[in-house]
């Protein structure tokens, strides 16, 4: 089975700029998280998606949105890109009826100049 | 809302040797913690996890143990090989609707030859 995948895997933006970023989840599983790994702040929780419905969010700003479509895809989007949000942003999901274990993609690395 | 801690931030073992890491969480209401290898360029990969009401989990050369009394588990490699060179995140959630995984900061784990 195919794991979970993420495009692009690098980009480069300038600041003001707005992103979009893309997530397909292991075939079957409904639920999409995603987060932002840092070196100063570490592995920080974004949101979560679950049947195309926001069900948990973050303590991220405004700026950072998402969603989710029929086929369980995701995309993030980052509108007016600050330096600080030069990072690696990971996408993870989880199967149905299996508690808890979510399984991550590769990340997009982000970086704004 | 949930803090975990992890310890050590950096840790070197010869080869064969065991190595040990440590993590405490704040919320006695978490009940699932996983353990992540991430290597560099990759997202994190679950390598083991336990729920609330196991003491205890060993698979192969890993295991993690889990004191809620005292609000730690921790993480147990024996026979490290070069291969277990990674970082290394434990994170703790809440089994509920929309859960939210927090993280610790991480462990940067070298296996000397």
């Known amino acids: 089975k195919a794991g979970v995948t993420q495009t692009p895997r690098y980009l480069i933006k300038t600041r003001g700029q707005q992103v979009t970023l893309s997530c397909s989840p292991i075939?079957?599983?409904?639920?999409v998280s995603w987060y932002q790994q840092t070196p100063g702040q570490g592995l920080q929780f974004l949101f979560e998606?679950?049947?195309?419905?926001?069900?948990n969010k973050g303590n991220f700003p405004g700026r950072f949105s998402g969603r989710q479509f029929s086929n369980s895809r995701s995309e993030m989007n980052v509108s007016t890109l600050e330096l600080g949000d030069s990072a690696l942003y990971l996408c993870?999901?989880?199967?149905?009826?299996?508690?808890?274990?979510?399984?991550f993609g590769p990340g997009t690395r982000l970086t704004v100049l | 809302g949930e803090n975990v801690e992890q310890h050590p931030s950096t840790l070197s073992v010869q080869e064969g040797d065991s190595a040990v890491i440590k993590c405490t969480y704040s919320?006695?209401?978490?009940?699932?913690f996983p353990w992540y290898k991430q290597e560099l360029g990759k997202g994190p990969q679950l390598i083991i996890d336990?729920?609330?009401?196991?003491g205890e989990k060993k698979d192969q050369r890993i295991a993690v143990t889990l004191n809620k009394t005292a609000k730690h588990f921790s993480l147990h490699i024996t026979e490290t090989q070069p291969e277990d060179s990674a970082v290394y995140f434990c994170?703790?959630?809440?089994?509920?609707?929309?859960?939210?995984?927090?993280f610790g900061p991480g462990t940067r784990l070298s296996v000397l030859p």
């Open positions: 993870a999901s989880r199967p149905p009826g299996a508690g808890d274990t979510q399984y």
């Open positions: 075939s079957g599983h409904r639920s």
């Open positions: 998606y679950f049947s195309e419905t926001q069900r």
């Open positions: 919320d006695s209401a978490s009940n699932y």
């Open positions: 336990i729920r609330s009401n196991v």
């Open positions: 994170a703790a959630s809440i089994r509920s609707y929309g859960q939210n995984f927090v």
